[in-house]
């Protein structure tokens, strides 16, 4: 009795079976800069090893062409998705999808192709843009008051920035105070390479564990409330993990805006802004 059966044997680079085209590793990297309508994307390419007898026989590492490919469904190929086609190069590339959609999970991929037109996929990944905030307002530097015993509105007329050097305190502070008031109310966040935050949602933590992996969609809201009178009003307050604040960032300034609030026994409803330099 014969049996027969059919295996896809490892290519012998000393058999002069033809020309061989090896495809590249490639690496998709988890996504950065998120925010509402944009994400940024990035991909490694590294050609795959060529032996001494694989230049003699002429085989072929490089690669025609790289790119993304990205879409609104999981199981993305190069058919299905939309396609974002690079140099040759091989290295790192990246680049930023813009006009998304608020609230949105989005998928990506990177991809290569051969000189013989084979294609190779890196490991599928995805995001979901920041939501819209619900709340907005048409007045800047305006707060209601932000404690049952405080009658005043609270309107912060300095709005400064500055960079914490304490482990755990992020890479920029935002200080809205006021010459009137004993409150300041303190944002700090850290963003990827100290850029300003990008326009989205923002969850409270207590601290940021590591510095040096910065996140833009968490933030710190201290309040500072120096009055003195311990038996009568609060002494400050911070956010807790279920706080969430929105940022709108354009050309001309950082806003911080305020949907009813709750830190301690404040409320903040209301919105201040940074006015960029």
């Given at each position: 009795?014969?049996?027969?059966?059919?295996?896809?044997?490892?290519?012998?680079?000393?058999?002069?079976?033809?020309?061989?085209?090896?495809?590249?590793?490639?690496?998709?990297?988890?996504?950065?800069?998120?925010?509402?309508?944009?994400?940024?994307?990035?991909?490694?390419?590294?050609?795959?090893?060529?032996?001494?007898?694989?230049?003699?026989?002429?085989?072929?590492?490089?690669?025609?062409?790289?790119?993304?490919?990205?879409?609104?469904?999981?199981?993305?190929?190069?058919?299905?998705?939309?396609?974002?086609?690079?140099?040759?190069?091989?290295?790192?590339?990246?680049?930023?999808?813009?006009?998304?959609?608020?609230?949105?999970?989005y998928y990506f991929n990177t991809y290569a192709t051969?000189?013989?037109?084979?294609?190779?996929?890196?490991?599928?990944?995805?995001?979901?843009?920041?939501?819209?905030?619900?709340?907005?307002?048409?007045?800047?530097?305006?707060?209601?008051?932000?404690?049952?015993?405080?009658?005043?509105?609270?309107?912060?007329?300095?709005?400064?920035?500055?960079?914490?050097?304490?482990?755990?305190?992020?890479?920029?502070?935002?200080?809205?105070?006021?010459?009137?008031?004993?409150?300041?109310?303190?944002?700090?966040?850290?963003?990827?390479?100290?850029?300003?935050?990008?326009?989205?949602?923002?969850?409270?933590?207590?601290?940021?564990?590591?510095?040096?992996?910065?996140?833009?969609?968490?933030?710190?809201?201290?309040?500072?409330?120096?009055?003195?009178?311990?038996?009568?009003?609060?002494?400050?307050?911070?956010?807790?993990?279920?706080?969430?604040?929105?940022?709108?960032?354009?050309?001309?300034?950082?806003?911080?805006?305020?949907?009813?609030?709750?830190?301690?026994?404040?409320?903040?409803?209301?919105?201040?802004?940074?006015?960029?330099?």
């Amino acid at each position: 009795i014969i049996y027969s059966c059919s295996v896809d044997a490892p290519f012998d680079p000393l058999s002069n079976s033809g020309t061989q085209y090896y495809l590249p590793f490639i690496t998709t990297n988890t996504s950065q800069k998120v925010s509402i309508n944009q994400a940024t994307i990035s991909g490694h390419i590294e050609l795959a090893p060529l032996s001494i007898q694989d230049g003699i026989d002429g085989n072929s590492n490089e690669i025609k062409t790289k790119g993304f490919i990205w879409g609104l469904n999981k199981g993305l190929n190069l058919d299905n998705g939309t396609k974002i086609a690079f140099d040759s190069d091989p290295g790192n590339y990246s680049t930023t999808l813009e006009n998304l959609t608020a609230g949105t999970k989005y998928y990506f991929n990177t991809y290569a192709t051969n000189a013989n037109n084979q294609s190779k996929l890196g490991i599928e990944q995805s995001f979901t843009t920041a939501k819209e905030a619900p709340c907005d307002y048409d007045t800047d530097n305006y707060l209601r008051p932000i404690y049952k015993s405080y009658d005043q509105s609270y309107l912060p007329d300095n709005i400064t920035l500055t960079n914490p050097d304490s482990y755990g305190e992020g890479n920029l502070k935002f200080v809205a105070s006021s010459n009137n008031s004993i409150i300041s109310i303190i944002v700090q966040l850290n963003e990827i390479d100290g850029d300003l935050p990008l326009s989205g949602s923002y969850k409270g933590v207590y601290n940021f564990d590591n510095p040096s992996t910065p996140s833009s969609n968490e933030m710190k809201i201290t309040i500072e409330d120096n009055n003195g009178l311990i038996d009568i009003y609060p002494q400050g307050a911070i956010n807790n993990e279920d706080t969430e604040i929105y940022i709108k960032t354009t050309e001309e300034k950082v806003s911080f805006i305020f949907c009813d609030v709750a830190i301690g026994e404040y409320v903040l409803t209301g919105k201040f802004s940074y006015q960029i330099p």
